[in-house]
């Protein structure tokens, strides 16, 4: 079974540019957690996913952030107008309902 | 709200060192609290973790044991290995939440031959 794949491992994109990060959870696993962790901080909560289904939002930033988790295929962060301020690592974590949560490797965001 | 705050790093330590990592927390009701263990490249992986007052969590040797008194969960071992460098977080999950975490920021252990 393999764990929380994310893809890509690091992303550079200019400012202004559109960022997609792409999270595959564990075979079996329908929820999902965003987190973000800038530079000398720990992870922060983002977004919490089921399929379809936007459950907990408040840790997004209200302009040029959206998440979605479609029923079928990966969950996907979006982040539209990149600034250098977006440059962070941004985690994916899955779980089943009630159950462990794994978290992925991370994808290392870069904005010149 | 809840807020996790832990010993600032980095630590670097010898083989065979005894480790002590320290983690406070604020939270209204009863938290669950957890360490999560990073490897250079990897992602977060659960290393021990403690749901109520008094409650010991322990994993490859290392123990950490809930504290409602000082509100602390602080991480220790006995004897470190050169295999434990790596970044410990110290997180906790709300008596009301689902599954949402708060995170502290970080501690990097460098552990030399």
């Known amino acids: 079974n393999a764990g929380v794949m994310q893809n890509p491992r690091h992303l550079v994109r200019r400012r202004g540019q559109e960022a997609r990060l792409r999270c595959s959870p564990m075979?079996?696993?329908?929820?999902v957690y965003w987190y973000r962790q800038l530079p000398e901080e720990g992870l922060k909560f983002m977004v919490y996913?089921?399929?379809?289904?936007?459950?907990?939002e408040s840790g997004m930033p209200k302009e040029r952030f959206s998440a979605e988790f479609p029923k079928e295929g990966p969950s996907i962060l979006r982040i539209q107008q990149v600034v250098r301020g977006d440059s962070a690592a941004y985690f994916c974590?899955?779980?089943?309902?009630?159950?462990?949560?794994?978290f992925g490797p991370g994808t290392r965001l870069t904005v010149l | 709200g809840n807020s996790v705050t832990q010993m600032e790093g980095p630590v670097t330590l010898s083989e065979e060192a005894f480790l002590t990592i320290n983690c406070t927390y604020t939270a209204t009701g009863y938290p669950s609290l957890f360490w999560y263990v990073q490897y250079p490249g990897e992602g977060l992986q659960l290393l021990l973790k403690a749901t109520k007052a008094d409650d010991k969590g322990s994993n490859k040797g290392f123990e950490a044991t809930y504290r409602k008194e000082t509100t602390s969960f602080h991480l220790e071992k006995g004897s470190v290995q050169v295999s434990d460098s790596a970044v410990y977080f110290c997180a906790l999950r709300g008596g009301t939440s689902y599954g949402k975490l708060t995170f502290g920021q970080g501690t990097i252990l460098t552990v030399h031959p």
């Open positions: 075979k079996g696993h329908s929820h």
């Open positions: 974590a899955s779980s089943s309902i009630g159950g462990k949560k794994y």
């Open positions: 996913l089921q399929k379809e289904n936007i459950i907990d």
